[in-house]
């Protein structure tokens, strides 16, 4: 086995956390479950990935194998990458069938016309996700098998997941021999990024609560709103400000949980608007801003502002709309004439 | 008042943790160099007691204490103090560099508010600036408070005194390109913390400051907060979110950023004095 592919197994498993490292070997499926049983797996991680290295050799292990246990890994913790969305467009709206053998031989092709030294490995998920492994060289260098692209496509869908590797100058190959192997003529990126990658998918296939316009003629009970205050001679403090907060919440963020983001950005480039009173800056231009909002559950926590007194409600559509617009980056300049104080994002 | 830049170069684009520190009693500029002798044997005993845990070698600190003759504001603030740790170089030779591991200091300016109602005995430098591990900190401040009886505080910095290093450091004139003037909230008592990061151009920010700002060399409280309105305002129409509810806990500029838990990093030599002054005042009134 070449000592390359033997060190890639070896750091590979050593990422894995000890209590996961037996399942993954399993869906890996390359160690027989007799070599299995022969690993002990209460020792120390670097002894473990050694004795895993030694049953790789045992079966000749070359680095497309060491790629679907690469893939299974990053498959699980998909959360440690950061992820961007594309979406592709075709020209007709011809229902094609889709053969994967087709996808796979047309991609390998574009890909291998363009870069010899290129290391390409798919596999299947009961999802319709295709996982695609791509390492890359040069002319004159082997594949640099530790900042591969992960490729996630759903194939009945125009959506493309990827995190690329660093060496950003190998994007516009990726993408081109996406659409020549799926059949489509056009792909851009979206101003959507997360690491949770199961919530890019939950924004673009619209798998969360959306609003649902009920109404409900009851004041809500319960649910969301703060426990009753202590003395009992308070009964109606700020109930049905709290209620109307809570109903104007639901509409907007529907009653389901949210899709897990954890920024958004604004580039704002509208103008500053005071008080004429306050003699304060009145200028032509623009005021430039570039704000951030960042949470581990950026929905929730945008969510439970109003509640917390921290905003109006309704909340700005520049934050509610992030889920149906599918994007957590915006650039948001004054629209002009009728409407002064509505913004246009492009 | 003209501080020779490279001898304060050491002070920029450091992150230092900012501490309060009571007068020091006889305390006398002539004995440095025995002061820095009894701070490296206290220093010594307490890593063979095994309170300062180093992981790996026996680390051997060389300990260097000197006087900053122009950090200082007026000439009735005290030189500064400056004591700085080093690793005393494995090899032999002479010509390998001792790594420097630890720097802190004393220093005051414009501190005249303390030092005139000090009986004669101390001396007053109330800010103290560290950079380096906090084992080495806890170690030279107990010495200190051993040997001058005196005592140290961490200094936070409070949403109210943020604002107003912001405001006036938006203001400042700088040449060549800025940075961005950078306000980080913090919500925290949300079911999921939320942080939100507002960055302004330093054009535009310098632009409503000027506007604001009525009389030039003087900055009122009424100032600070019209300009902080503004901003809080510019935001609101956005987003609907009410930031002045939300707690600001660092600000950022290209003249010097600040954080709450009382560490600043001052990257201009420009605004030094500046920036010590306003530091300085802060100490002085955690002190008093």
Not at chain 1, 143 to 161: A, C, D, E, L, R
Not at chain 2, 105 to 133: I, K, M
Request: proline share 5%; net charge neutral.
């Amino acid at each position: 086995m070449d000592e390359t592919v033997a060190e890639y197994i070896r750091r590979t498993v050593l990422k894995i956390p000890r209590d996961e490292i037996k399942t993954m070997l399993q869906k890996w499926g390359f160690l027989s479950e007799a070599q299995l049983q022969t690993l002990n797996f209460r020792q120390i991680k670097d002894n473990i990935s050694q004795e895993v290295v030694q049953l790789c050799e045992e079966n000749s292990a070359d680095i497309k194998q060491a790629a679907v246990l690469d893939i299974i890994y990053n498959h699980i913790y998909h959360n440690k990458r950061m992820w961007s969305v594309y979406q592709m467009k075709k020209s007709g709206e011809e229902l094609e069938y889709f053969d994967i053998t087709d996808f796979k031989k047309k991609f390998k092709g574009r890909l291998r016309s363009a870069l010899k030294n290129v290391t390409i490995t798919f596999k299947e998920y009961e999802d319709n996700a295709i996982w695609i492994r791509v390492a890359w060289g040069t002319p004159y260098k082997k594949p640099n098998q530790y900042k591969p692209s992960y490729v996630v496509y759903h194939s009945q869908t125009p959506y493309v997941f990827i995190s690329s590797s660093v060496l950003k100058s190998n994007l516009p190959l990726l993408c081109q021999a996406l659409i020549v192997a799926s059949n489509y003529h056009d792909i851009r990126e979206m101003e959507l990024r997360s690491h949770s990658l199961n919530s890019l998918k939950d924004i673009v296939f619209k798998r969360y609560s959306q609003n649902f316009q009920t109404y409900s003629p009851k004041p809500l009970q319960g649910g969301n709103s703060e426990p009753e205050s202590a003395d009992i001679r308070i009964v109606q403090e700020n109930r049905s400000e709290k209620e109307r907060i809570h109903r104007l919440n639901e509409e907007v963020f529907g009653g389901g949980p949210q899709p897990k983001l954890e920024f958004a950005q604004y580039k704002l480039e509208t103008m500053f608007k005071s008080d004429p009173k306050m003699g304060v800056l009145d200028k032509k231009e623009p005021f430039r801003c570039l704000v951030k909002f960042s949470s581990p559950h950026l929905l929730e926590s945008l969510k439970s502002l109003a509640p917390a007194g921290m905003a109006d409600a309704p909340l700005s559509p520049l934050l509610t709309c992030i889920p149906h617009k599918a994007r957590n980056y915006f650039k948001i300049r004054e629209k002009k004439g009728l409407f002064p104080e509505s913004f246009v994002s492009p | 008042e003209n501080v020779d830049p490279q001898k304060t170069a050491f002070l920029l684009r450091k992150a230092w943790t900012l501490y309060s520190v009571t007068p020091l009693y006889r305390f006398h500029r002539a004995r440095l160099r025995d002061y820095a002798r009894l701070l490296s044997a206290f220093i010594a005993a307490e890593k063979q007691k095994g309170l300062a845990v180093e992981v790996g070698v026996e680390l051997d600190i060389k300990v260097a204490v000197s006087s900053l003759a122009d950090l200082r504001g007026s000439e009735q603030d005290q030189a500064a103090v400056l004591v700085q740790l080093s690793l005393r170089s494995q090899a032999s030779s002479r010509n390998s560099e001792d790594k420097l591991v630890w720097s802190g200091w004393f220093c005051s300016v414009y501190g005249d508010d303390l030092s005139e109602n000090v009986p004669e005995d101390f001396t007053c430098l109330p800010l103290f600036l560290t950079h380096g591990a906090e084992s080495y900190t806890s170690m030279v401040g107990s010495w200190f408070q051993k040997t001058f009886d005196c005592c140290f505080r961490r200094l936070a910095i409070s949403p109210l005194n943020l604002s107003w290093m912001v405001a006036m450091w938006a203001g400042c004139q700088l040449d060549g390109a800025a940075s961005a003037v950078e306000l980080v909230f913090s919500v925290p008592r949300l079911s999921q913390p939320l942080d939100i990061s507002y960055a302004i151009h330093p054009e535009d920010a310098k632009a409503l400051w000027d506007t604001v700002q009525k009389t030039p060399g003087e900055i009122t409280q009424e100032e600070v907060n019209v300009f902080m309105d503004c901003l809080y305002a510019h935001f609101h129409r956005h987003f609907k979110i009410h930031l002045s509810a939300a707690k600001l806990v660092k600000v950022s500029t290209a003249v010097a950023s600040a954080h709450c838990d009382g560490i600043v990093k001052i990257l201009h030599s420009q605004y030094l004095p500046g920036v010590l002054m306003l530091l300085t005042e802060l100490a002085i009134s955690q002190i008093q």
